[in-house]
């Protein structure tokens, strides 16, 4: 990936941790990093209240709950394919 300048590229960096940590959190990306820069720009200093895990608690509207379901689905599915290999080592 070309950025352009090492300082650019620490800017871009900084600015993919926050969209990760949003995706993680199964949080609409867009809203929580505009609220995000919004809350900055305006001289925000409680920087815990801006943690994805805190701010989604004040936001369950951003909240992605097809995410979660996604989730549990995948792991559901896991289980019942390792318990199929069992039963299939065991007779």
Known sequence: MFIGSVAAGY???????LV???ARND????MYVK???DRLLAGE???DTL???VWKQSHPE?????RQEERRSRADAKAVKRARRRIARKG
Not at 62 to 66: E, H, L, M
């Open 45 to 47: 200093t409680n920087y």
């Open 35 to 37: 609220d995000v820069l």
């Open 11 to 17: 800017r871009a960096a900084n600015l993919m941790s």
């Open 62 to 66: 951003a909240i992605r709950i097809y």
């Open 27 to 30: 949080l609409d990306v867009f």
């Open 20 to 22: 990760s940590s949003a």
């Open 51 to 53: 943690r994805p895990d």
